[in-house]
């Protein structure tokens, strides 16, 4: 967190991506993809991979980075680090960020949250929803990833190894209360770019007050009465009308 503040002072809106990746995203993309090498060879807990772009010469937003990087490095916001040198070594690079998600699926019964923090909670909530979740589901393993810059994370725990994955799937209902409402506590969103759709929509009327929902119902009255536009999401069939 304290080398994001440093690179946006340093790079500002030359960053096109900030992902954080903990270490086991790392480690499950390697192991279901042979491909997918390691760039550093030292270990880290968490990761991050940048992208910066502009439309000047390379030399000089290279120097700006490289900036970036050594302050990070002397003041201990960084412990370790590589900076792809070709198109091919940053494919590499990226290589781990999609190959993570891939790899997850492969490992048995996962939760998906894709919700969103004030970017300064963003450590705060990932140690408060492990912590929750490793005391009521013992061997549930980890696995977070996302956009650090705005906060979305993509907060994914697995199935404790060896694990029945039908009897895991079933806790999902107990493991979203316990990661929403972390979230909401923290001034969240339980989802961060995807929408409520249907899949979240019986969750929204806990984390909203009724004069929120009531205001929902009456805007989607006003403007679609027949309720033709996105039915069924937001807000359920029979709250759309009147009676």
């Given at each position: 967190?304290?080398?994001?503040?440093?690179?946006?002072?340093?790079?500002?809106?030359?960053?096109?991506?900030?992902?954080?990746?903990?270490?086991?995203?790392?480690?499950?993309?390697?192991?279901?993809?042979?491909?997918?090498?390691?760039?550093?060879?030292?270990?880290?807990?968490?990761?991050?991979?940048?992208?910066?772009?502009?439309?000047?010469?390379?030399?000089?937003?290279?120097?700006?980075?490289?900036?970036?990087?050594?302050?990070?490095?002397?003041?201990?916001?960084?412990?370790?680090?590589?900076?792809?040198?070709?198109?091919?070594?940053?494919?590499?690079?990226?290589?781990?960020?999609?190959?993570?998600?891939?790899?997850?699926?492969?490992?048995?019964?996962?939760?998906?949250?894709?919700?969103?923090?004030?970017?300064?909670?963003?450590?705060?909530?990932i140690a408060e929803a492990d912590t929750a979740l490793a005391a009521r589901f013992p061997g549930i393993r980890s696995f977070a990833f996302g956009h650090l810059g705005d906060g979305n994370i993509h907060y994914n725990p697995i199935q404790a190894e060896g694990g029945d994955r039908a009897l895991w799937q079933s806790y999902l209902p107990e493991v979203n209360l316990i990661v929403h409402d972390i979230v909401a506590r923290?001034?969240?969103?339980?989802?961060?770019?995807?929408?409520?759709g249907r899949l979240r929509i019986n969750e929204v009327p806990r984390y909203k007050s009724a004069v929120e929902m009531e205001m929902m119902r009456r805007l989607k009255q006003c403007f679609d009465p027949q309720n033709l536009m996105n039915a069924g999401k937001l807000l359920t069939d029979r709250g759309t009308r009147e009676e």
């Open positions: 967190m304290a080398w994001l503040r440093r690179a946006k002072s340093l790079l500002g809106e030359n960053i096109t991506t900030m992902e954080l990746m903990e270490r086991r995203c790392v480690d499950i993309a390697m192991r279901h993809n042979s491909v997918i090498r390691d760039p550093l060879e030292a270990r880290h807990d968490w990761y991050l991979i940048v992208e910066i772009a502009d439309q000047g010469a390379q030399a000089a937003l290279e120097a700006r980075l490289l900036a970036a990087v050594e302050a990070g490095l002397e003041n201990g916001e960084l412990l370790d680090g590589t900076i792809a040198a070709s198109a091919e070594q940053a494919a590499g690079i990226r290589r781990i960020r999609e190959g993570a998600p891939e790899g997850q699926r492969l490992e048995g019964a996962s939760y998906k949250h894709d919700v969103s923090v004030p970017v300064s909670q963003v450590p705060r909530f923290l001034g969240g969103s339980i989802t961060a770019k995807h929408g409520i």
